[in-house]
Structure formats: C-alpha cells, structure tokens
C-alpha cells in the first residue's frame, strides 16, 4: 500500500514562493504518474498539476500554468510543487495523489484517475 505525506503548506502573502512536498512511502514511486489537487472550504477539489513517470511530462491547471512548477526526485520518493507569485485564491488544502496505471492526457485532471490520495497540507495565501 503506498502512503503519500504532504508537507510544506503555511500562511504566506501574496506573491510569496512556497514549496511542497509528497514523499512516498510503501511501495515503488518511481513508476507512478503523482498529481496535486487543492479545495477550498465550500468548493469542488480540483487539479492543480501532474507529472508522469519515465521521461517526465507535465500538466498544469490553467489558473496556475507559468506560477507553479512540479518535479519529482526518484531517488527520494519525492514529488514537489513550487509556488511563485502566489495569490489569495491559491488558498486550499493541497493534496498529492498517485496512480501505477497509465492515465490519458484529458484524464490527468479527473479525481478518479488516482487511486492513492494524502490527507493534504493547508496554504493560506494573505492578500
């Protein structure tokens, strides 16, 4: 059973970087595709990014293409989520999700797409 543990959320002003981190434990990461989702209180969870394994490809959500950066460390069982020039609607738990199964590119952003999900990081984005 793999187990995600995010980390790295906090309360930060707009336009502040921050970085989180899902480390992975209990199985192989290396061969997973790792996504993030966020929700905010009274809204849909919804996809922020997602990264495949092998030769990595990205996909980022509209709302934070050219501010959030994914990237995974094979060698740590680590993924990462730099986030620059933050703003107040970035405010949400963050979750990081995992799939070993092969996703389609216009499913990367489906919840059902992962089957391994962590109990998320809070980022509060102060304006």
């Known amino acids: 059973q793999l187990q995600l543990a995010e980390s790295g959320g906090g309360l930060v002003q707009a336009g502040d970087p921050l970085r989180l981190s899902c480390a992975a434990s209990g199985m192989s990461f290396s061969v997973m595709t790792i996504a993030w989702f966020r929700q905010d209180a009274g809204k849909e969870r919804e996809f922020v990014s997602s990264i495949t394994w092998g030769t990595p490809t990205t996909y980022y959500a509209d709302s934070v293409k050219g501010r959030f950066t994914i990237s995974r460390d094979n060698a740590k069982n680590t993924v990462y989520l730099q986030m620059n020039d933050l703003e107040p609607d970035d405010t949400a738990v963050y979750y990081c999700?995992?799939?070993?199964?092969?996703?389609?590119?216009?499913?990367?952003?489906?919840?059902?797409?992962?089957?391994?999900w962590g109990q998320g990081t809070r980022v509060t984005v102060s304006s």
């Open positions: 999700a995992a799939t070993p199964f092969g996703i389609l590119p216009q499913n990367m952003q489906l919840e059902t797409s992962y089957r391994y």
